[in-house]
Every structure is written in C-alpha cells, then in structure tokens.
C-alpha cells in the first residue's frame, strides 16, 4: 500500500507505542447523547519509503473492548454486534495517505465483522520529535465516521415515542504514538 503526499512525510519504520495510543468509538445512545467505548489491545506500524509515500496498518483486538458496564461489554462482544468468538481483529490498511502541513488524510480499507468497505480518516500529524530517552516519535490523530450495518454490527431496538436506541454513524477516534524502529 503506498501513499502519494502534498508534503512529505518522515522517512522510516514507525512502529505502536501501545501506552500512548488509543483506539475508541463514539454512537449517539437514545438520540440524546454520545455513547463511548475502546478497545485496549491496538497494534499498528506507519512505513515511509525515501520519497514520503506511506502505508499505515493498524489492528485492534476485539475482546479488549471496554465499557462502563460488565452486561453491556458482553452484550457488544455477541453476534449481533462485534461477534468476538468468530471475528477476533477489526483491521485497517490504508491505500493512500496525504499530508499538508500538519493535516493527513487516509484512504483505506477497514474490515470488521469479514465486512470491508472503504473509509478515509482525517486528522493530524505531528513531529518527528526526539523524546525523552532519545525516541524519535511522531503522532497521528485520525477520525472517521463509518456506517454501523454495512459491518454487521445491526443491534437496534425502537424508542417508545418513535427513533431507535442506537444511531447508525459511528465516529472512530485513533490517536496513536509511533516510534522511529531502530
């Protein structure tokens, strides 16, 4: 997967810092207010070639999913919703990534559930940066809103006055740390 860059991104490796990067999502609950959740166990590598082309892979481990209540942790871990037993990962490989400034679009493809589909992510990308212990980090803030159903993730239930209890769109956030391999 490569990338095709306005400017270029920093030349490398650049693999998870697991303490530092998060994977979460966000589903308005009861057409009021927003619903969140995570997901603890997140891998992913950034590759930059010579000439700013990237490639992004990122996997988070569907059974690391944490809610506020035990009930409803299992119930998102079911088959009408994540189906952890069968599909284990949720994946994203990106086909193109494209950075002006410190803006980054990706393009790519996210798999939940065996579904595919196509997603772009925006966000922000920041440094290289020598860290303390001299690591050399950058950082990637990405968000994206993705349709629910089209992944198999279909659990609703209809509100006694009219609407259902879950939205369709749901905003992915990924804010991960990624140090320079050496």
Do not use: C
Request: cysteine-free; overall charge negative.
């Amino acid at each position: 997967m490569s990338s095709t860059a306005t400017a270029s991104l920093p030349a490398g490796t650049w693999n998870i810092d697991p303490v530092h990067s998060q994977a979460s999502f966000a589903v308005k609950h009861m057409a009021v207010a927003l619903f969140r959740g995570r997901f603890d166990e997140i891998d992913a590598s950034l590759t930059v070639d010579e000439g700013g082309n990237g490639a992004l892979v990122g996997t988070v481990k569907a059974d690391s999913l944490v809610v506020r209540d035990p009930n409803l942790q299992a119930h998102l871990g079911a088959p009408d919703f994540f189906d952890i037993e069968r599909y284990p990962e949720i994946t994203f490989r990106s086909s193109s990534i494209a950075v002006d400034g410190d803006a980054v679009t990706l393009e790519g493809e996210l798999t939940i559930k065996d579904q595919t589909h196509p997603l772009q992510a925006r966000g922000t990308i920041s440094g290289p940066v020598v860290t303390l212990g001299d690591v050399t980090k950058v950082g990637l803030d990405l968000e994206a809103v993705i349709d629910r159903t089209q992944y198999g993730l279909s659990f609703n239930a209809p509100l006694p006055k009219g609407g259902v209890a879950l939205a369709n769109d749901v905003r992915l956030i990924v804010d991960l740390e990624l140090a320079l391999a050496a």
